[in-house]
Structures are given as C-alpha cells and as structure tokens.
C-alpha cells in the first residue's frame, strides 16, 4: 500500500530516515535534471537539490499543500531562480566596481596632481614679496576685484595690476 503524501511528509518531519530516502531516490535525478536547465551546471544543480534535501530534513516545520512531488519541483525551481538572480547581482557588482574603479583612475591622478600643483603654487607664493603675495591672495583666494584690493591695500587700481602682473610673471617662473 502506497503512502499519501502528508504522511511522507509527516514521517520526515519526525525523523524517519526510511521515508526521507525514498523520496530522495524517487526524485533527486528528476530535480538534479530540471535544476540543470536552470542554472546550465551540473555541479550547480546537484548542489541545490542536495541542499534542499538537507533543509528538508532538518527542518520540521515544512508544509506542502498539494502533491509532494509539485512541492519538490516548485523548491527547487525557486532556489535555482534565486541563485541566478545572485550570480546576476554579484557580476553586476562586480562590473560596476570595475567600472568605478576605471573611472577613478583618472580622477585620481587628477586629484594627485592638482594637489602637488597647489603645493607647489603654495611654496611659489610664500617665496613672493610680502606686498606682492598680498594682493595676489586678495585676489586669487578671495576672488577680490581690482578697485576692491586698491581700497583695502591703500593704492591705485593699476597699483594693483602691477603687483598681479608682477606675481604672476614670478610664479611662472618659479613654477617652470
């Protein structure tokens, strides 16, 4: 006399080894097969089978509502759809850190340069005269205008553009 399915079931729930092995030798090729279109390896689909076999064991909570044989099926079928939508995720992560990795790589050395420039620019100006340095701070750093350095220094506008001209001409040289 053949066994219904929730008393399978229910044998497998409570530890009875006899009904877990008759069903894992019933069904573990037919899944391990339907598995395979799914993930396209073979060692894949062992291994989800195998691993719902394993929970199916341990865990006696399970319930099936239908045939036991649809249940099986349905589990396996929604594990191989999970691990697909994983390996989809972590490669597409994957390309996205090498991607964000190769657009860093300029912005990078770009970074790297621009500070070794200001750097550099830093040590040109300290080198300027007091007055000079001055009003090219006032205008570079503070983005003054002409009239508003003349105003605050207490000389003429083109006072100012001497000194701009002055520093700049330093600065390149120095720079250079």
Request: some cysteine; overall charge neutral; charged content about 30%.
């Amino acid at each position: 006399m053949a066994l219904s399915d929730e008393s399978i079931v229910a044998g497998i729930r409570n530890g009875d080894a006899a009904a877990f092995e008759g069903v894992f030798r019933a069904h573990y090729a037919a899944l391990c097969a339907f598995a395979l279109r799914y993930v396209g390896e073979r060692a894949l689909a062992e291994e989800i089978v195998q691993q719902l076999f394993s929970d199916l064991w341990t865990r006696a909570d399970w319930r099936i509502h239908g045939s036991l044989r649809a249940y099986l099926f349905a589990a396996v079928r929604n594990r191989a759809l999970n691990l697909r939508k994983r390996q989809r995720f972590e490669r597409g992560w994957d390309e996205a850190a090498d991607d964000a990795l190769a657009d860093d790589m300029p912005a990078a050395d770009a970074q790297i340069e621009a500070a070794e420039t200001s750097v550099r620019l830093s040590a040109a100006l300290d080198r300027l005269p007091e007055r000079c340095r001055l009003v090219m701070q006032l205008r570079w750093a503070r983005r003054l205008s002409h009239a508003e350095i003349a105003e605050i220094m207490g000389i003429s506008i083109k006072g100012v553009e001497n000194q701009l001209s002055r520093g700049l001409k330093a600065l390149r040289a120095y720079l250079e």
